[in-house]
């Protein structure tokens, strides 16, 4: 549900996406293009979503990446800004603070 | 735990007004236990809008400070101008020494954040015993506000999303059975944690707080029967999303 309404809202805003269904498609797409902007879960199956913020950090550094999750703990959005990501935005997210968010990473790139 | 599979749907309504994402967690993971049927708002004006939509509950607990009404003008408006009668606790984070006068007027106490679960419950059961008469229990397992906002008001999509929630969460709750029986408690709190923004976007204040709960501070012991009452309140929804789509896949 939470993937479908993502897709609908950026679709709607104009921006081309791809769906990666668990954090294996995720390292497969990222292998194959580059991406202006990455909202990753960090509950992934497969590869984990630090092991995908760790894999993004290392091979296309300037590719912002925004963190979507449902954890409010103070320390789990700590250790995600730590491993250098860009943003978080708790599930489910708010439609209008999406778009400006990913507005906002776009218009620096 | 006090018997939560019968009292879910049997127990009191509580309308919380809360700001703080922490308290509102403290006071959902007492009502779960309790058999509350919490319902959430952000603030008092949101209270209101949802006193008109649905007319009753039997608790209000409103913070002493919320904006832009703050707790004791929320609970004049609501029971001058709407007309309930119902008991209103303020939220405080130290007892008032100089706002009794106030707290008479327009609340029946106050209650000291944060929230504690023993005297918490000891409070707010004592103000349900003082009144008794208990709302009727309303019809609200789902609310559409959130997809319909997401999506644009795009009803054939909202429509699908709710087959999603069908079909996905019911694949994730037999999972969870499975991994029950298997004992492997972690991957429990995985799928609790991918399944609560669906009981999120519709709106379902109890299967989100349950996931909250799996997810993150209940104990083994306490998985089986939290599990359990997931599995009533998600086949609540679908019952009532059966009744009112009867065109859509919902729960085949």
Known sequence: MVIKSLEFKLTKDGHEVLIAKDGRVAMK??????????????????????????????????????VLSTSTQENI???????GVDDFITKPFSPNELSLRVKRFLNKT | MNNPNASLKAGPTILLVESHIIEQENFAHIAVQEGWHLVICNSG???????????????????????????YQ????????????LPVLITVGTVP???ELRV??????????????????????????????????????????????????????????????STSVNTELEQLNVELQDMDYN?????????????EMLE?????????????????????????????????????????FPELKIGR
Not at chain 1, 77 to 83: K, P, R, S, Y
Not at chain 2, 119 to 142: G, M, V
Not at chain 2, 187 to 199: D, G, L, M, N, T
């Open chain 1, 77 to 83: 959005i700590m250790d995600a800004f730590n491993m």
């Open chain 2, 187 to 199: 991957r429990i709190r995985e799928i609790a944690h991918s399944i609560k923004p669906s009981f």
């Open chain 2, 74 to 85: 929320t609970a004049d408006y609501i029971k001058a101008e709407l007309g309930l009668m």
């Open chain 2, 104 to 165: 008479i007027a327009y609340a029946e106490g106050v209650i000291k954040k944060p929230f504690i679960k023993s005297t918490t419950i000891l409070q707010i059961n004592e103000i349900l015993e003082k009144f008794p008469e208990r709302a009727s229990i309303q019809d609200y397992s789902y609310s559409l506000n959130y997809l319909r906002d997401i999506f644009d008001g795009h009803e054939e999509s909202v429509l699908e999303s709710l087959e999603l929630f």
């Open chain 2, 204 to 244: 379902n204040e109890t299967g989100r707080s349950i996931c909250h709960l799996l997810n993150s501070e209940a104990e083994e012991i306490e998985m089986p029967g939290l599990i359990n009452d997931l599995q009533l309140e998600f086949a609540s929804i679908t019952k009532q999303l059966t009744r009112d």
């Open chain 2, 45 to 71: 004006i949101d209270a209101i809008h949802w006193f008109n939509k649905n007319n009753k509950a039997d608790l209000l607990v409103i913070e002493e400070d919320s904006a832009p009404l703050n707790g």
């Open chain 2, 97 to 99: 020494t100089q706002q």
């Open chain 1, 29 to 66: 797409f990222l292998k194959e293009a580059n991406f202006d902007l990455i909202l990753t879960d960090l509950m992934l199956p497969f590869v984990t979503g630090k092991e995908l913020i760790s894999y993004i950090k290392k091979n296309s550094p300037q590719t912002p990446i925004i």
